[in-house]
């Protein structure tokens, strides 16, 4: 950034403050993926770095290949005629922090996980609130696998009214 000119201003820490949800994610779909392998495979001394590689060789390549879709969106600003110096700012910044998130979700979060991810994850932790979540949506997701094309309608209709702000504008 400093070779580029851009300083550390508060649109150029706003790019970046944009970016701290997708950079985790990719480490965060990693995990959540490699307790899937290990329910299925109980990890130990010898198979701990096969499991853990099949687990990220199953999601690494489409996880990189979003982060990298992430910030290329966000580049498309660069080309707009209406941006201005600081909206440069954020998107460097931004680019810079996803192409980071990018190479550290396929190298760094690999062997992370292959040292501190033990035994087997705790599952099925059910609350009060997990239990009230899920007795909403189960009716919800019956009756719209019941009446998909209904759904669908609803959805269209209610995206439809979604652009009447627009109009009035």
């Not at 192409?99 to 087997?120: D, H, K, N, P, S």
């Amino acid at each position: 950034m400093h070779w580029q000119g851009i300083n550390a201003n508060i649109m150029s820490l706003g790019g970046i403050a944009i970016a701290i949800g997708a950079m985790v994610d990719g480490a965060i779909v990693m995990i959540e993926n490699v307790h899937k392998h290990i329910e299925r495979t109980p990890l130990t001394d010898k198979n701990r770095w096969q499991v853990i590689g099949k687990a990220v060789e199953e999601v690494g390549t489409p996880l990189f290949f979003l982060i990298t879709d992430h910030y290329l969106k966000f580049c498309a600003s660069i080309c707009s005629r209406r941006a201005r110096r600081k909206m440069f700012a954020i998107t460097f910044t931004k680019t810079y922090a996803m192409a980071a998130a990018a190479g550290l979700a396929i190298t760094l979060v690999l062997v992370l996980m292959g040292y501190f991810v033990r035994g087997v994850p705790y599952l099925n932790i059910k609350t009060q609130l997990t239990e009230a979540m899920i007795a909403l949506y189960r009716p919800l997701l019956n009756l719209s696998l019941k009446f998909p094309k209904t759904m669908i309608i609803a959805a269209g209709l209610l995206n439809g009214f979604s652009l009447y702000p627009l109009t009035a504008w």
